[in-house]
C-alpha cells in the first residue's frame, strides 16, 4: 500500500485493506457503513474510521463454531 505514511486511503486501497472488491467498497459507503470524505477531488476514507466499521460489524457477528451446522 502507498499510504504508509497517511491514515487516508483511497477506495482502491481501502479494497486492498479489507480484502474486497472496489465494487464492494462503493456498495458500503452508499450503504452508509463506510463514510467517504472528499478531499482535494478525491474520494478518501480514513483508515481509523474503516477499524472502528470493522470492529463493529465484527462485534455483532457469531464467532464461527465449526461443530455447528451451516
Same mark, same amino acid.
Given at each position: 500500500?502507498? %499510504?504508509i505514511y497517511t491514515h487516508w486511503l483511497t477506495k482502491k486501497e481501502t479494497a486492498q485493506y479489507l480484502k @474486497? %472488491?472496489?465494487r464492494s467498497i462503493e456498495? @458500503?459507503?452508499k450503504d452508509g @457503513? @463506510?463514510?467517504?470524505h472528499k478531499i =482535494? =477531488?478525491?474520494v478518501l476514507l480514513d483508515i481509523k474510521e474503516i477499524d472502528a466499521c470493522v470492529r463493529a460489524?465484527?462485534?455483532s457477528i457469531h464467532p464461527f463454531n465449526p461443530d455447528e451446522r451451516l
Open positions: 500500500m502507498n %499510504s @474486497l %472488491s472496489v456498495y @458500503l459507503i @457503513l @463506510l463514510q467517504a =482535494g =477531488g478525491r460489524r465484527c462485534a
